[in-house]
């Protein structure tokens, strides 16, 4: 990603805060895992989004008073002999070629340099990032920086900036595409290795490995989210993990995953049988599944909401339902389809929206279509996902090289697996 780019957000987000204002964004730090062991460390992706550095331990402030802009960014302070055991840390220079901010100083200012913008004014809003997920969710570095100013300066209005950052990411850069799409044809990669490689005996978490392979192969870092490796009834429990059961024969094996590049997402679900052949029964919920996945594809448009797409995804699983002799009111749906049809993707998995995600297309929106059938008592869960880009008068389909109908993932798997 380009320094304009960066700058470019950090522009559009002043222009949404009030004036008299202050923007504190961290980039946190790695969690203790034990010992001296830390949890590998990911940036705080609105810092990222602000400034494209990916080292932990930075802080970003911008700041509006009076109409007037300024951003200063504070890096980690240089030690020299901590450098030898863990390698060296960004210097003010890099910051700046990566960042474009030109204001760059060490960490060490920081508390002093914000004493005295605090008391610029007598009354003054300090925007921060303080997502949360629930009330008993740990404390982040945000939230305890919040009660320690409260404390000392009472003038201080404290407001949240992550529903800002939800506007703003909502809709993609061309650079953010192009890194879905990267992320996106790993994983069509990785799925097919799954497909080559699939036969009964194995262990879910050995099928998964061929997965993992490829995005090692290609540079991947870090996954999107922990991929979901689910054969038979496993399949039927939305987010199974544990990817320890036997793949039977017979069995179908139900992939939720996606590889992460530049820190830009994919996710893509795919179920397909263990043995390269569908029973009839599987193959007719598959199709159900299908219908509804490329008729949603279909229907998002700028203007349409989320709300609206969602209950056309949940009227038509039910009318699959009562076909399949699974229900007999559409009103039982829940039974057998209990999630929403899909969610923003980009920065997270799970991307910013609006509150309760009732969002409006419009073009540049990064979306997932994932209708699922999930039948515990005879072993099927089917969830057929794909990503897709919306235009100006529909959507793109950013997966539709990734094989999904019942005929191409046989002929697939009959082609490597020696399936007759």
Known sequence: MKADFFKCNRARLLEKIKDNSIVILFAGNAPKKTADEAYPF???????????????????????????TKTTLFIKDIDLDLERWIGKSIRKEEATEISGIEDVKFKSQFESDIHRQLCLKEEINLYLDLERDSISSSVSIAHEFAQNIVSKYPQVMIKNVFSIFGELRLVKSEEEVDNI?????????GIEALMKNSKPGMKEYQL?????FVCKNNGVKDLAFKTIAAAGKNAATLHYVSNDAELKDGDLIQFDLGAQYNFYNADISRA??????????QKAVYNAVLKVNEEIIN??????????????????????????????????????????????????????????RDITFKEGVVYTV??????????????IEDDVLVTEDGVINLTSKMIKTVEEIENFMAKYNNIE
Not at 43 to 64: A, C, D, Q, W
Not at 320 to 336: F, Q
Not at 370 to 383: A, K, T, V
């Open 42 to 68: 990911t940036p705080n992706r609105n810092f990222y989004y602000s400034t494209g550095i990916s080292e932990e331990n930075h802080i970003l402030v911008m700041s509006k008073i009076n109409g007037t």
């Open 272 to 281: 397909f049988p263990v043995n390269g052949k569908f029973t009839e029964r």
């Open 299 to 356: 229907d998002i448009k700028p203007g349409k909401t989320f709300k609206e797409i969602n209950n056309k995804a949940t009227d038509l699983i039910a009318e699959e339902c009562i076909k399949l002799g699974l229900i007999k009111e559409k009103s039982e749906v829940s039974k057998y389809y209990f999630h929403s049809i899909g969610h923003s993707l980009g920065l997270d998995t799970h991307d910013l929206e609006t509150p309760h």
């Open 208 to 212: 998964e490995s061929y997965f993992d």
């Open 370 to 383: 994932e209708p699922g059938i999930y039948i515990e008592e005879e072993n099927i869960g089917i969830r």
């Open 181 to 189: 799409k990267k992320a996106i044809s790993i994983t069509i990669e």
